[in-house]
C-alpha cells in the first residue's frame, strides 16, 4: 500500500537544483509544510487550560506510537538528556549495570554511567556487528548480577538496529532493568514498548517525529518506578517524580517546551492519517530502497545486513576518494546533505538519513546526485 506520504509527494524528475535543501542526514530531519506552519502558533499560559489539553492530547499520541500505557513525560532538551534521565532515576552510586554498544550513541550513553558512578560493565562490540542475544545472555549469567542494562536501538553511527524484541526478555530473566535508547527509532521503527517489557524507553524529537529538535520523550514503567523511588543519584531538572506530579494536573514543573508541542500534536496527526503500521512500512521500503540504490552504485553497504537500519544507512567510503569534497559539491551544486561517518569511522563511512518526513524521492535525488558527483551512475 502507498502510504499518505508517498501519495502527497511532488513528482520529481530533475535532481540538480531543489528547491529546498534535501536533508539526508539522521536528525534533524525535515519538517512536513503542516508541522512548519503549527510551529508558528501565538503563545499561550504554560499554567492554563490550552496547555493541559495540549499536553493530554499529545501525551496520548506518543503513547500510542510508543504502544505503551505506561507514563509518558516530556523534557525540554535533546536525547542525550533523555539518556541521563533515565540514568539518575533508576539508579543509586555504585549500582552495576551492563552497557551494551555498538557505535558511538551506545558509548556516549556509557560514558553518562560512568559519569553517575554506576559500576559500569561495558560489553562493547564491533562497529557494525549487533548484539547477538545469546552472548547477552551468556554475560548476563555468567557476570554478577546487575541492576539494569543500557543499549541502544538503533545505532545511528553504524546504521545497525539491535534485536531488542529478542534480547528484551533475556533482562527480564536476569531480573535487570531495560533501558533502551529508541532515539533514533522511535515512531519509524516498530516498537513495542509493553510487548517487550521496556522500563525505559527515549526518544528525541528531531528524528522520526518530524518536529524540531528541543524535547526528549521517555516512557517508565511500574518497576523503574519503583526504582526511581529507591534511587539515590543526585537529581533535579531531570526529576521524573516531580515531571509526573506535574504532568499530572496538566503542567510542567518548569516552562514546557510548547512550540515544539504545537509541531508534535500536527506530526501525531501526520502519523494517525498515514497509520502507524504504514508508517513502519515506509521507512522498511525507503530502507531497501536506498540500500538498493547504494549497491546500484557500486557502493558497499556497512554493518552487518541481518540487521541494517531502516531510518540509516551507512556506506563505506570508496577508496581514493576525497569525501570531504564529494560533500561540499553535493551540498553546493545539489543540495544534498549527507552525513559524515562518525568517530572511528569519520573518515572511511558517510550515511544517509531517511527517517520522519522522507519520500523515496528525496533518496533516488540524493543517490543521483551522489552518483554524478562520484561519476557513477546509477546503474
Ligand atoms: C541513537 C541516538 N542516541 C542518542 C542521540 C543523542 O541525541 P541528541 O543529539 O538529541 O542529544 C542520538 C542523536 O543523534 C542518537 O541517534
Same mark, same amino acid.
Given at each position: 500500500?502507498?502510504?499518505?506520504?508517498?501519495? *502527497?509527494?511532488?513528482?520529481?524528475?530533475?535532481?540538480?537544483?531543489?528547491?529546498?535543501?534535501?536533508?539526508?542526514?539522521?536528525?534533524?530531519?525535515?519538517?512536513?509544510?503542516?508541522?512548519?506552519?503549527?510551529?508558528?502558533?501565538?503563545?499561550?499560559?504554560?499554567?492554563?487550560?490550552?496547555?493541559?489539553?495540549?499536553?493530554?492530547?499529545?501525551? =496520548?499520541?506518543?503513547?500510542?506510537?510508543?504502544?505503551?500505557?505506561?507514563?509518558?513525560?516530556?523534557?525540554?532538551?535533546?536525547?542525550?538528556?533523555?539518556? /541521563?534521565?533515565?540514568?539518575?532515576?533508576?539508579?543509586?552510586?555504585?549500582?552495576?549495570?551492563?552497557?551494551?554498544?555498538?557505535?558511538?550513541?551506545?558509548?556516549?550513553?556509557?560514558?553518562?554511567?560512568? *559519569?553517575?558512578?554506576?559500576?559500569?560493565?561495558?560489553?562493547?562490540?564491533?562497529?557494525?556487528?549487533?548484539?547477538?542475544?545469546?552472548?547477552?545472555?551468556?554475560?548476563?549469567?555468567?557476570?554478577?548480577?546487575?541492576?539494569?542494562?543500557?543499549?541502544?536501538?538503533? /545505532?545511528?553511527?553504524?546504521?545497525?538496529?539491535?534485536?531488542? *524484541?529478542?534480547?528484551?526478555?533475556?533482562?527480564?530473566?536476569?531480573?535487570?532493568?531495560?533501558?533502551?535508547?529508541?532515539?533514533?527509532?522511535?515512531?519509524?521503527?516498530?516498537?513495542?514498548?509493553?510487548?517487550?517489557?521496556?522500563?525505559?524507553?527515549?526518544?528525541?524529537?528531531?528524528?522520526?517525529?518530524?518536529?524540531?529538535?528541543?524535547?526528549?520523550?521517555?516512557?517508565?514503567?511500574?518497576?523503574?518506578?519503583?526504582?526511581?523511588?529507591?534511587?539515590?543519584?543526585?537529581?533535579? @531538572?531531570?526529576?521524573?517524580?516531580?515531571?509526573?506530579? @506535574?504532568? /499530572?494536573?496538566?503542567?510542567?514543573? @518548569?516552562?514546557?517546551?510548547?512550540?515544539?508541542?504545537?509541531?508534535?500534536?500536527?506530526?501525531?496527526?501526520?502519523?494517525?492519517?498515514?497509520?502507524?503500521?504504514?508508517?513502519?512500512?515506509?521507512?522498511?521500503?525507503?530502507?531497501?530502497?536506498?540500500?538498493?540504490?547504494?549497491?546500484?552504485?557500486?557502493?558497499?553497504?556497512?554493518?552487518?545486513?541481518?540487521? @541494517?537500519?531502516?531510518?540509516?544507512?551507512?556506506?563505506?567510503?570508496?577508496?581514493?576518494?576525497?569525501?570531504?569534497?564529494?560533500?561540499?559539491?553535493?551540498?553546493?551544486?545539489?543540495?544534498?546533505?549527507? *552525513?559524515?561517518?562518525? =568517530?572511528?569511522?569519520?573518515?572511511?563511512?558517510?550515511?544517509?538519513?531517511?527517517?520522519?518526513?522522507?519520500?523515496?524521492?528525496?533518496?533516488?535525488?540524493?543517490?543521483?546526485?551522489?552518483?554524478?558527483?562520484?561519476?557513477?551512475?546509477?546503474?
Amino acid at each position: 500500500m502507498v502510504s499518505t506520504l508517498e501519495r *502527497a509527494a511532488p513528482a520529481q524528475t530533475e535532481h540538480r537544483r531543489p528547491r529546498e535543501i534535501n536533508l539526508r542526514i539522521p536528525g534533524p530531519t525535515a519538517l512536513p509544510p503542516s508541522v512548519r506552519r503549527a510551529l508558528g502558533g501565538q503563545m499561550i499560559n504554560h499554567r492554563g487550560p490550552e496547555f493541559a489539553a495540549l499536553q493530554h492530547e499529545t501525551v =496520548e499520541g506518543v503513547k500510542r506510537v510508543f504502544q505503551t500505557k505506561n507514563d509518558v513525560l516530556f523534557f525540554p532538551g535533546s536525547g542525550t538528556g533523555g539518556l /541521563e534521565a533515565a540514568v539518575v532515576n533508576c539508579f543509586s552510586p555504585g549500582d552495576p549495570v551492563l552497557s551494551i554498544t555498538i557505535g558511538s550513541f551506545g558509548e556516549r550513553w556509557c560514558d553518562i554511567a560512568r *559519569a553517575f558512578g554506576l559500576a559500569v560493565d561495558h560489553m562493547p562490540l564491533e562497529w557494525g556487528t549487533a548484539a547477538d542475544p545469546d552472548a547477552v545472555r551468556q554475560r548476563l549469567k555468567s557476570g554478577p548480577p546487575v541492576k539494569g542494562v543500557l543499549i541502544t536501538h538503533n /545505532e545511528t553511527s553504524t546504521g545497525v538496529t539491535n534485536p531488542i *524484541a529478542e534480547i528484551a526478555p533475556i533482562v527480564r530473566d536476569a531480573g535487570a532493568l531495560l533501558l533502551v535508547d529508541a532515539v533514533s527509532s522511535m515512531a519509524a521503527l516498530p516498537f513495542d514498548t509493553d510487548a517487550w517489557g521496556v522500563d525505559v524507553a527515549i526518544t528525541g524529537s528531531q528524528k522520526a517525529w518530524m518536529i524540531p529538535p528541543g524535547m526528549t520523550m521517555l516512557s517508565v514503567s511500574e518497576r523503574a518506578w519503583q526504582a526511581t523511588e529507591q534511587a539515590k543519584l543526585p537529581r533535579s @531538572y531531570w526529576d521524573f517524580r516531580a515531571m509526573r506530579r @506535574y504532568m /499530572e494536573r496538566g503542567q510542567t514543573p @518548569y516552562t514546557p517546551a510548547i512550540t515544539i508541542m504545537y509541531g508534535l500534536r500536527e506530526a501525531l496527526q501526520l502519523i494517525e492519517k498515514e497509520g502507524l503500521e504504514n508508517v513502519f512500512q515506509r521507512h522498511h521500503q525507503i530502507g531497501e530502497f536506498t540500500r538498493r540504490g547504494v549497491t546500484r552504485l557500486g557502493l558497499e553497504l556497512a554493518g552487518d545486513p541481518r540487521y @541494517y537500519s531502516d531510518t540509516v544507512t551507512a556506506v563505506v567510503a570508496p577508496p581514493g576518494v576525497d569525501m570531504k569534497a564529494v560533500h561540499k559539491r553535493l551540498r553546493e551544486e545539489y543540495g544534498v546533505v549527507l *552525513a559524515t561517518g562518525q =568517530e572511528q569511522w569519520r573518515d572511511t563511512h558517510f550515511r544517509i538519513g531517511h527517517l520522519g518526513y522522507v519520500r523515496r524521492a528525496d533518496v533516488q535525488q540524493a543517490l543521483a546526485a551522489l552518483g554524478e558527483v562520484l561519476g557513477r551512475p546509477l546503474r
